[in-house]
T-cell receptor, first 113, second 115 residues
Framework: NAGVTQTPKFQVLKTGQSMTLQCAQD?????MSWYRQDPGMGLRLIHY???????DQGEVPNGYNVSRSTTEDFPLRLLSAAPSQTSVYFC????????????FGPGTRLTVL | AQTVTQSQPEMSVQEAETVTLSCTYD???????LFWYKQPPSRQMILVIR??????QNATENRFSVNFQKAAKSFSLKISDSQLGDAAMYFC????????????FGTGTRLKVLA
């Protein structure tokens, strides 16, 4: 199993550009989520999905879109990048609500100039 | 609202000694899950230990153990026989009852291990 994979590992954008951060898991996990990590603030939930076709907002959803067309993939779209979106982004997945343990991808460091 | 608080931004421990990282939380639920994650310089988030709130017995994983005080809403992590490889950021996290999916993370504690 590859676990949770994320691409790219690093990205630099200019203000106003759009891009998609890719996330995939091969563990047949129901639940997938996106977090951003900023210094001194821990991880904050952006969006999450409890299954294909089902997504919901987390704590900091503004400026981001998600979709879940398959169990495996959960891309995060930045519609119009802003410097405030400079952060490290993590994708995570878990098997089910009973087990609860999340498995994380390696993260994407995004810089918006 | 659920909250998780880690009041120690940074801790140091001598190699082979024991250190305890603090975490307090707040939730109105009676059923929930608590986790400690480790984030080394590689940035990868690694699960260290988990605790189900309905279990009174404290979880242990080799050199890692927790002190779960449900009434006080406290969930501290004890690392015994500290090793240089334990140096990392440690995050405490809370998940609600079965059927919910949101995780709330604390702000983290940076652990330094001194040789």
């Amino acid at each position: 199993n590859a676990g949770v994979t994320q691409t790219p590992k690093f990205q630099v954008l200019k203000t106003g550009q759009s891009m998609t951060l890719q996330c995939a898991q091969d563990m047949n996990h129901e639940y997938m989520s996106w977090y951003r990590q900023d210094p001194g603030m821990g991880l904050r939930l952006i969006h999450y999905s409890v299954g294909a076709g089902i997504t919901d907002q987390g704590e900091v959803p503004n400026g981001y879109n998600v979709s879940r067309s398959t169990t495996e993939d959960f891309p995060l779209r930045l519609l119009s990048a802003a410097p405030s979106q400079t952060s490290v982004y993590f994708c995570a997945s878990s098997y089910g609500q009973v087990l609860g343990t999340q498995y994380f991808g390696p993260g994407t460091r995004l810089t918006v100039l | 609202a659920q909250t998780v608080t880690q009041s120690q931004p940074e801790m140091s421990v001598q190699e082979a000694e024991t250190v305890t990282l603090s975490c307090t939380y707040d939730t109105s639920e009676s059923d929930y899950y608590l986790f400690w994650y480790k984030q080394p310089p590689s940035r990868q988030m690694i699960l260290v230990i988990r605790q189900e709130a309905y279990k009174q017995q404290n979880a242990t994983e080799n050199r890692f153990s927790v002190n779960f005080q449900k009434a006080a809403k406290s969930f501290s992590l004890k690392i015994s026989d500290s090793q240089l490889g334990d140096a990392a950021m440690y995050f405490c996290a809370l998940k609600g009852p079965s059927g919910t999916y949101k995780y709330i993370f604390g702000t983290g504690t940076r652990l330094k291990v001194l040789a």
